[in-house]
């Protein structure tokens, strides 16, 4: 009797573990509709673009290189890896799956991403900043990504430790 209530306590946690993914991904698609019907971007509308207009430096409190790199400008940051992960599977997993492979339908996978390789450390930080609306002729989901991964709280050193987790994945 007792090994019947044990199971049953098993799947019931089970239950709310799925449940609670349920709603931190409702969470994430809301927090990016509330940020879209808003207007968030650069300049305080909605960009298309499929990169980010701007090609400013990111002030981080984790130590930007001076190194160019990329055709825009970008720098490289020096980026947490490890803290990275931690924010990744907080903010992020939820669409892009552990170990950023994809979620068929949600998010795309960010390892072996030409996108991702394509942009410098800080342009790939602004553009996680600004997230992608749905209607962006380069979202092929059709499924928008929220600013920050629909986390307001993270900071530019947050995001820069995140590229670091990213790059560390597709080196």
Same mark, same amino acid.
């Given at each position: ?25 409702? %969470?994430?698609? *809301? $927090? /990016?509709?509330?940020? =879209? ?5 650069? &300049?305080?509308? @909605?960009? #298309?673009? +499929? ?45 892009? %799956?552990?170990? *950023? $492979? /994809?979620?068929?339908? =949600? ?5 072996? &991403?030409?996108? @991702?390789? #394509?942009? +410098? ?51």
């Amino acid at each position: 009797m007792v090994e019947q209530q044990d199971q049953g306590s098993e799947l019931s946690k089970g239950g709310w573990i799925a449940l609670g993914a349920f709603a931190g991904v409702a %969470a994430t698609v *809301a $927090v /990016g509709l509330i940020a =879209l019907a808003v207007g968030v971007g650069p &300049s305080g509308d @909605v960009s #298309a673009d +499929a990169t980010p207009t701007s090609t400013t430096v990111v002030a981080t409190t984790s130590a930007a290189t001076s190194t160019p790199v990329a055709s825009g400008g970008g720098v490289a940051l020096d980026g947490d890896a490890a803290n990275g992960e931690a924010i990744y599977s907080a903010s992020c997993a939820a669409c892009h %799956a552990a170990g *950023a $492979v /994809g979620v068929p339908g =949600l998010g795309l996978p960010l390892v072996g &991403s030409e996108f @991702v390789n #394509a942009l +410098a450390d800080s342009d790939l930080v602004e553009f996680i900043k600004v997230g992608r609306d749905p209607s962006d002729p380069a979202n092929t989901t059709g499924v928008g990504m929220p600013p920050k991964g629909g986390n307001p709280s993270l900071d530019d050193a947050d995001l820069a430790d995140v590229v670091a987790y990213i790059r560390s994945l597709n080196s």
